[in-house]
């Protein structure tokens, strides 16, 4: 059994148990080993190598059957991972066929092994993430249609505003999240491209037998066939890019979620966690995490960009800094997508507390409300000064923005007493909400169609 490096406790909140098992050692050299198999079955299909060394190669590429630490430390010397294990499986094949030993790692070079590893573990983490992203939607469609009519104050600048619904708030981020899956989606399958270009690029070792190679090669690792991309990482860029985007949309969510489940609001609450020494506290234990990679994709993002200015045709250390970076971008979206999803399954929503909230403005919110109801009888700057005189009495105990008006002669007089009674109904003044819930739920906006 060949060794292994874990580092499961550092990154529990950083990834999930697919993707840390995908990206763990043993999953990792597989993905370098399948590389070289079917590089060796293409060399052999093309003609360029006998049958007989492809499957005996191929028998050779069990992850098991090697030291994942030993080939760790070795890529220290060598730069690359790469190196060693060719040196490794090389010396595989020569203790089982000793003709067959020259023909491993046959026309490619170690770029192309490692970045083509890379890119069939992306192929494979992949299906883990649309689960969890199918399932977040899911929740938050059903959240939405469930609570659509739930009125309760809109809050900007952390301070109560005009009332929205819940439903309309869940539908705004159901269309963030699904724009910016929609971005990641086409960024995920443009990136799954095969590299092998060889020494510069021009696949000379390869010679006459490159292009049926690369087009075999890519048929059996499930990846795109294109001319090599040694120094161009556009494709991997907008990948990570994408992924904090998507990951920042998840962020808002948990933020607002976190927010709502304060004891001072009380107006949603997630499962939540418990804490060490208080037992009465229910932490939003899943928005914390869906924030740690939030706060995190950041500086993936950057530390990403900042390695694509790469030298000539092969680039010294900025392919060499990536492998860490798209990992870590990959689990880090994972983990904050299956713990956005889990919130969501989750949430309770209490629609009489977000009445009550409301009402606890004693009808303020409606300030707005009032001074378009005023305009066309007073005009805009008597009206807000009328509207401010109210506000104003409403520092006193016990007395409603409506009472506050009714008691303003130069508004009772082109306001009636039924208008000024229903002035705090919320759902008199909810505008579009519901039409405009219909349309953030209908996907993507038209911005992101190709």
Known sequence: MARTMSSRLVDSLCTTDALADLFADASVLQAMLDVEAALAGAAAASGAIPDEAARVISGACRAEDFDAVAIAQEARESGTPVIPLVEALTARVASASPEHAQHVHWGATSQDVSDSAMVLLLRRARPSLARDHSRLARGLRELSDRHADAVMLGRTLLQPATPITFGLKVAGWFAAISRAWARLDRAWEAALVLQFGGASGTRAAAGGHAAAMASAMSSALGLQDGPPWHTDRDRLGALVSACGLYTAALGKVARDISLLMQHEVAEA????????????????????????????????????????????????????????????????????????????????????????????????????????????????????????????????????FGQALERIPAVSAVLSPAVLREIDRPENYIGQADALRSASLAGPAGDEKE
Do not use: Y
């Open 269 to 400: 609450a997630e499962p939540g966690g418990g804490s060490s020494t208080m037992p009465h506290k229910r932490n939003p234990a899943k928005c914390a995490a869906v924030l740690a990679g939030a706060t995190r994709m950041p500086g993936l993002v950057a530390s990403f960009l900042s390695g694509m200015l790469q030298e000539h045709e092969r680039s010294l250390g900025g392919w060499h800094a990536e492998w860490p970076t798209i990992a870590a971008s990959v689990q880090t979206t994972g983990a904050a997508v299956a713990a956005l999803a889990d919130a969501v399954a989750g949430l309770s929503v209490d629609p009489a507390r977000m009445r009550a909230n409301v009402g606890s403005t004693r009808g303020v919110i409606f300030a707005e409300r009032a001074v378009m109801l005023l305009t066309p009888h007073v005009g805009r700057d008597v009206a807000q000064a009328l509207v401010a005189e109210a506000v104003r009495a409403c520092a006193e105990p016990g007395v409603t």
